[in-house]
């Protein structure tokens, strides 16, 4: 209990736009009526928090995470876009010019960038830049995955692969 209110948190994250606002609610239930401070999420277009995914709940004007492809500008305090050039990117650096994580089917590269590389989950070499496994559909040739066969070969696919075609002569 505060300031002869009851307190309770009914949020522990927020939809983006949306940011922890306290309010007073009053319940009347059959007895004298109660009086509660509660934390709401609610959208307040005056605090400009776009593309927030979780706000301080003691300062609701401090973003703590940005959305997907969105990093936190310390010196405008908005989420903004990463570079456009990071195709592929989740989440990028405080500056929004280096990818910090991929999307699905991206993997990240030694120069922080996204590549569609088409390798399974953590069968990627940023430093080598090459696949060790390839989804399904995509076959592995060289350490790259690519669903054309190089000239002689064919996809084989038990183990996703390109092997070389047998001929006889």
Known sequence: MRDGLNTFTSC???????????QNITLTNNAAPTTYLIDACDFIPSIKLPFCN??????PQNCLKCIDQYYYNT????????????SGCST????????SSCFTNYSLTSTFTCA???CTKGNYNKITNTC????????LYNGVCSTTAPSGYYGDT???????TCTSG
Do not use: H
């Open 12 to 22: 522990d994250l927020c939809y983006p736009s949306f940011t922890f606002m306290k």
């Open 54 to 59: 979780i706000s301080d709940l003691s300062n």
């Open 75 to 86: 010196t405008n305090l908005i989420c903004e876009p990463c570079a456009d050039k990071i």
């Open 92 to 99: 990028c650096d405080l500056n929004g010019v280096l990818c």
């Open 116 to 118: 569609n590389t088409f």
């Open 132 to 139: 060790s496994s390839c989804l399904p559909g995509q076959f």
């Open 158 to 164: 038990t183990n996703w692969v390109f092997r070389l």
